[in-house]
């Protein structure tokens, strides 16, 4: 299985640090894709990043890849109380299906 | 544009009942996924659409079927439903693939009592 493994699985951090989240998976990808879930809401698409680039930027968050070690980090910088939210990676592969991590559930405290 | 819609939104239903879950994507979105979001396995992946057309399939059994009009609107379908079924339904949309960055609805909250 290619399936995404988000760490850690949960995240408390203060408001105004910055939030990092990894994500490993298993075999070749074509893209990698990170969501935010709100509590029992639909995800939020954040950034997609393709196997062939190694940073993307959006806002306030970093999102970088390593093809080689099988592994996506992703940064929020300055959080706020709004970002509290589940994020989940989700990679796209040869078979043209897309796989889910299980998510960080990342808590800012005020 | 309108984002994705699914309807109904909240849904409880007994032991071997059957339900339709609705879902209609942002217009000019062809491909429409479906997903099972529960507390202990996540998010699972159902099934895809596109162009009418059953596409890729994940490993649920054959109780849970789906279908896409020519308008790309689609259903899901769960028959003699078991208490393992409750679960938060997403409908997703994306423009041609399945791996293309997704657009979720609000999801359906199905409870089976």
């Known amino acids: 299985s290619q399936q995404g493994e988000e760490d850690p699985q949960a995240l408390s951090i203060q408001e105004g640090e910055n939030a990092t989240m990894n994500c490993s998976y298993k075999?070749?990808?074509?893209?990698l894709q990170w969501y935010r879930q709100n509590s029992g809401r639909g995800l939020v698409h954040l950034i997609l990043i393709r196997s062939n680039e190694r940073e993307k930027h959006s806002g306030r968050l970093r999102v970088t890849l390593d093809t080689s070690k099988k592994s996506s980090s992703l940064l929020i910088t300055a959080s706020r109380a709004a970002d509290t939210a589940s994020y989940f990676c989700a990679t796209g592969g040869e078979a043209q299906k897309l796989v889910f991590g299980q998510g960080t559930r990342l808590t800012i405290n005020p | 544009k309108a984002g994705v819609t699914q309807t109904p939104r909240y849904l409880i239903k007994t032991r071997g009942q059957q339900v339709t879950l609705s879902c209609s994507p942002i217009?000019?979105?062809?491909?429409v996924s479906w997903y099972q979001q529960t507390p202990g396995q996540g998010l699972q992946f159902l099934f895809e659409?596109?162009?009418?057309?059953?596409?890729n399939k994940g490993n649920f059994p054959g109780r849970f079927s789906g279908r896409q009009f020519s308008n790309s609107r689609s259903e899901m379908n769960v028959s003699t439903l078991e208490l393992g079924d409750s679960a938060l339904y997403l409908c997703?949309?994306?423009?041609?693939?399945?791996?293309?960055?997704?657009?979720f609805g609000p999801g359906t909250r199905l409870t089976v009592l």
């Open positions: 217009s000019g979105h062809r491909s």
């Open positions: 659409y596109f162009s009418e057309t059953q596409r």
């Open positions: 997703a949309s994306s423009l041609v693939y399945h791996t293309d960055t997704q657009y």
């Open positions: 075999t070749s990808i074509n893209n």
